[in-house]
């Protein structure tokens, strides 16, 4: 077994004042009035935000990560919205956060994709709770599910390349780097309801 990562750990308390309104826009899916239209809402907010980080991650010279698909999620939360009944025509047509650019380096995209997996850890919870609640988006949870008995082995890998790139370069890039890319969360999931635009 993995030792746990001093680098997440010391990411989790650096950033920690952003944690809890990031979280929140998760949280409000486990609530017990949840409806199809927040799930959808959140769908929408999200997939603004993974799609172009998505690219920039994918153009970050000597950046890699361990499976390729893992720059691709965005396309599963297309899959979901477009399973909920929006058109592929709409979806082409979904916001996205102009505010995410090309990253300089592996730790500045390392801090990006650590804020990004964040919320991980919930997916699975969230994802059992929506079927319960709205049995019928349970064909609508192609992006949650791809965390189902993955999640924290992927987060235990993350920590691992976190705290080798933290031996070499320090911390500071990575801190920096975690703490733009929750004010930039925060900015777009502030945003308010997203609409997707009629086909």
Known sequence: ??????????????????????????LD???????????QAQLVRLYGFEAPLESALAYTPGFV????????????????????????????RLPQCDEIHSFRDPIEALGWWYVS??????????????????????NACAFLSSYDGVAAARWQQLGV???????????EGLV??????????????RGGEPVARPA
Not at 161 to 171: F, N, P, S, T
């Open 1 to 26: 077994m993995l030792e746990p990562s001093a680098t997440l750990a010391r990411l989790d308390a650096a950033t920690r004042n952003h944690h809890a309104e990031v979280d929140g826009y998760w």
């Open 29 to 39: 899916l486990m609530a017990q009035g949840v409806t199809r239209e927040l799930y």
């Open 65 to 92: 990560v361990a499976d390729r698909r893992d720059l691709t999620r965005s396309g599963l939360i297309v899959q979901d919205l477009i399973a909920m009944g929006m058109r592929p025509a709409a979806a082409a």
């Open 117 to 138: 997996e964040r919320g991980s850890q919930l997916y699975t919870s969230i994802r059992r709770h929506l079927v319960a609640r709205i049995p019928d988006v349970a």
């Open 161 to 171: 390349v976190l705290d080798q790139q933290a031996w070499k370069h320090g911390h």
């Open 176 to 189: 920096a780097a975690a703490s733009a890319a929750f004010e930039c969360t925060r900015r777009w999931f």
